[in-house]
């Protein structure tokens, strides 16, 4: 199976403020990864797809990039609905398997 | 408006069944690939298995850890997936995702909506 890891496990940052996350994949994985958002006692919502392709009704604040092993979400101005615990999650291959997620919270 | 809606979890003991349903409205259901997931609480998430349309054959992948013990169906007609869990085992204790699948490659798909879950909890 591929393995997915993500950082930094948790952030505290402000409202306003950018936020970069980074997921990497054991292998090599083309662009197949998506990011979702889950706030504590909901279901996942899907952010990006194929690593930088935003899901219609998504606020444009949101970005992905990277191709291979390496890619990142980026926040660029942080809102109070955006904190949250994110994940990517990789489907090039079976399993599909995701990320630990990381936690960004208020500083 | 795409919605899916879980049901059919509670309480089970160790060893014992229980099936879950996944009822969808807002889109073609016999066109789409159907996903479960799960979430162990305060855990991440873990991929279940998923069913194609039939259009690709209707046929299932399950991860490891369930493979042989649950199984995955469909009624197009209807626009519900079934999630049948057998000899289940404390571990398998979780919240229970249905979501559509969008853009599959091979054996995964993106989950790109999501139903608001069902509490499956094994326990004697």
């Known amino acids: 199976d591929i393995q997915m890891t993500q950082s930094p496990s948790s952030v505290s940052a402000s409202v306003g403020d950018r936020v970069t996350i980074t997921c990497r994949a054991s292998?090599?994985?083309?662009?197949?990864l998506a990011w979702y958002q889950q706030k504590p006692g909901k279901a996942p919502k899907f952010l990006i797809y194929a690593a930088s392709s935003l899901q219609s009704g998504v606020p444009s604040r949101f970005s992905g990039s990277g191709s291979g092993t390496e890619f990142t979400l980026t926040i660029s101005s942080l809102q109070p609905e955006d904190f949250a615990t994110y994940y990517c999650?990789?489907?090039?291959?079976?399993?599909?398997?995701f990320g630990p997620g990381t936690k960004v919270d208020i500083k | 408006e795409v919605q899916l809606v879980e049901s059919g979890g509670g309480l089970v003991k160790p060893g014992r069944s229980l099936r879950l349903s996944c009822t969808a409205s807002?889109?073609?259901?016999?066109?789409?690939?159907m996903s479960w997931f799960r979430q162990a609480p305060g855990k991440g998430l873990e991929w279940v298995g998923f069913i194609r349309s039939k259009a690709y054959g209707g046929t299932t992948e399950y991860a490891a850890s369930v493979k042989g013990r649950f199984t995955i169906s469909r009624d197009d007609s209807k626009s519900i997936s079934y999630l049948q869990m057998n000899s289940l085992k404390t571990e398998d204790t979780a919240v229970y995702y249905c979501?559509?699948?969008?853009?599959?490659?091979?054996?995964?798909?993106?989950?790109?909506?999501w139903g608001q879950g069902t509490l499956v909890t094994v326990s004697s």
């Open positions: 979501t559509k699948g969008k853009y599959c490659s091979g054996g995964s798909c993106y989950a790109d909506y």
């Open positions: 292998q090599g994985i083309s662009s197949w």
């Open positions: 807002g889109f073609t259901f016999g066109d789409y690939a």
């Open positions: 999650q990789q489907a090039n291959s079976f399993p599909p398997t």
